[in-house]
């Protein structure tokens, strides 16, 4: 097997261990576990940040309306199940987090990523008084904490530390959303509407919870209000903000302790040679990931997702000391299964070295950056249309004509088509001899560029119409044409070699691909102008009530599939005015 077919993941090999003949996701199935446990911790704080920060946008309308909701909120986080739920993925979320911390060997990181963790040790230090001062208060001594009196006493005094930890904790929260978004496929699309959002929800919490404390210190302007209803209660609340502080700063002290700790015992460990092949060798001591001996060592290694394990573009081929690592565990065993990588591809950012180890980067370095910005690069999978369409009997029509002209009518039939093509949003991928592949839906649709390839179809045919009446003289009988179209899921990326401009051509690839194909040659079969599935017409929301419909077997796949057929031109047009 060439290391060309590894980074493709053509290989059939399903992760069998050399050496034990064991599966590879037969051990360390704890880390998966833990990693989603995090993710869906995360999750559980958000949804409650993302209320509470909702909640505090309507102090642009009033602090009775902020009351009314915090009391629907209540209802959900104050109940015994939602006390658990929150709580314990708090104590959940900071607990892994610190663990992920301590697996950590090297600082060199991306700045985001940096920006994640100082934000995380920040927000407990803002966090733990404001808890104590609100529920703390309430629970032990039944002080009321609703939005009024918690205003007046955060107000003006608290006004800095309260905006800060707005901002903190929905920076902390944006940044792990990223990484765990950025990979899917339609992430790109959706990322200028996801910013606008990510930046105008903080904003509004900052004006609506600094808007309503303004409106109350003027409305009890003039006005003595104690901050706490009782001299006990202030006391008890001071208790608290202190005991908090120590609280905190005494468990940072430890991490921080605990840190230095796990970096002198590294220090302490021999080092392991990496050899990265084409006399690349760097030195570490065993700990630290492969993909953090590559940074830290400063080698190019391309991680998309942030070694978070979700994106596989980390991964290497070992060559050599393959037997000294561990096991797949099951997070990696099943991101690999994806691309049905061989044994000996693994995840750089999975693996930590013990003994020398010997790798070839699956995934080239060059052009890291690019690649971030084109998702493309490295491939995604996303459900789009794709169109075949191939001219009927060419090769004979051509036999009677000049080269020349039968090149001129060629080129002039692929211009037109591609220009109905691009009109209705769709890219040529590819001229096939006198056929053509055309791909509806590579950016992200609703309906995945069903309804603009049945609009494109019937246009094409209208085309070929007018270049058989502009060439009526040249030809010796009418061009006719055949079309298959089919939706589905496929994978989008950049193949083949480089071209002039220095990026490779975008193409598809998939069981979508080959069934739009198989629809295509149909026609033939049928005597018609288009094969659609089925699928495409439900993805465009048009329903064909009396329609040609038939079940037909396709080659490469175990069962048939409903298609509609269309004889005419104007049949088609018609369906596009029908919808569900």
């Known amino acids: 097997m060439t290391a060309a077919e590894v980074a493709r993941g053509e290989s059939t090999g399903k992760g069998v261990d050399r050496g034990t003949g064991k599966g590879r996701g037969s051990g360390r199935r704890l880390l998966p576990s833990l990693a989603r446990l995090r993710l869906a911790s995360g999750l559980v704080l958000f949804a409650f940040v993302l209320l509470h920060f909702l909640n505090h946008a309507l102090g642009l309308v009033s602090i009775a309306v902020m009351d009314v909701v915090q009391t629907w909120r209540w209802a959900l986080w104050r109940s015994p199940p939602g006390t658990i739920l929150l709580y314990g993925a708090f104590a959940v979320h900071i607990a892994l987090g610190v663990r992920a911390l301590f697996r950590r060997r090297t600082w060199r990181m991306p700045l985001n990523d940096a920006l994640q963790i100082g934000l995380g040790f920040a927000i407990p230090v803002l966090l733990v008084g404001h808890i104590l001062g609100t529920r703390g208060m309430h629970v032990a001594a039944g002080v009321d904490d609703f939005y009024e009196p918690v205003l007046r006493r955060l107000w003006p005094d608290g006004a800095v530390s309260q905006s800060l930890l707005v901002v903190i904790v929905w920076g902390h929260a944006s940044i792990g959303l990223y990484h765990w978004l950025r990979p899917k496929a339609w992430f790109p699309a959706a990322a200028p509407w996801l910013l606008s959002i990510a930046t105008a929800l903080p904003l509004l919490a900052l004006a609506g919870w600094i808007e309503a404390a303004r409106r109350l210190e003027l ?40 840190l230095i700790a796990v970096r002198v015992a590294t220090r302490l460990r021999a080092k392991v040679r990496i050899s990265y092949g084409g006399g690349r060798r760097v030195r570490a001591r065993p700990g630290p990931t492969l993909l953090e001996i590559s940074r830290m060592n400063g080698v190019p290694h391309v991680s998309i997702c942030g070694g978070r394990g979700r994106c596989t573009t980390c991964r290497v081929l070992v060559t050599a000391g393959g037997e000294t690592l561990p096991p797949r565990g ?92 691009e009109r209705h949003g769709g890219t040529v991928d590819k001229f096939l001899g006198d056929g053509i592949m055309a791909l509806f839906g590579t950016r992200p649709e609703r309906d995945a560029g069903a309804r603009a390839a049945l609009a494109s179809a019937g246009e094409m045919l209208a085309a070929l119409e007018d270049l058989n009446a502009e060439f009526a003289g040249l030809v010796p009988a009418p061009l006719r044409m055949g079309l298959g179209i089919h939706t589905g899921p496929a994978v989008l990326g950049r193949v083949g070699g480089m071209r002039r401009g220095g990026e490779r051509e975008l193409t598809a690839l998939g069981d979508t691909v080959n069934t739009a194909s198989r629809l295509e040659e149909m026609t033939k079969e049928f005597r018609c102008l288009l094969v659609t599935s089925e699928d495409t017409l439900k993805a465009a929301g048009i329903e064909c009530p009396g329609g040609d419909f038939r079940q037909v077997p396709v080659r490469g796949r175990s069962e048939t599939i409903a298609v509609w057929i269309a004889d005419r031109r104007e049949t088609i047009g018609d369906i596009l005015t029908v919808t569900i």
């Open 219 to 258: 409305l009890e302007r003039g006005r003595q209000v104690p901050r706490w209803p009782s001299e006990e209660a202030a006391a008890l609340a001071e208790w608290f903000a202190q005991a908090g502080n120590h609280l905190v700063f005494a468990f940072l002290g430890a991490v921080g302790l605990g």
């Open 330 to 421: 099951t997070l990696e065993e099943t991101v690999l299964a994806r691309i049905d990588a061989p044994p000996d591809v693994r995840l750089a950012c999975q693996i930590r070295p013990t003994a020398d180890l010997g790798v070839h980067l699956l995934v080239p370095a060059e052009g890291a950056d690019a690649g971030q910005r084109d998702p493309y690069r490295w491939g995604v999978e996303r459900r789009i249309t794709v169109l075949f369409a191939d001219l009927r009997g060419f090769t004979s029509l051509a036999e009677g004509m000049y080269p020349y002209d039968t090149v001129f009518l060629l080129n002039s039939y692929f211009e037109a088509m591609t220009a109905v093509i």
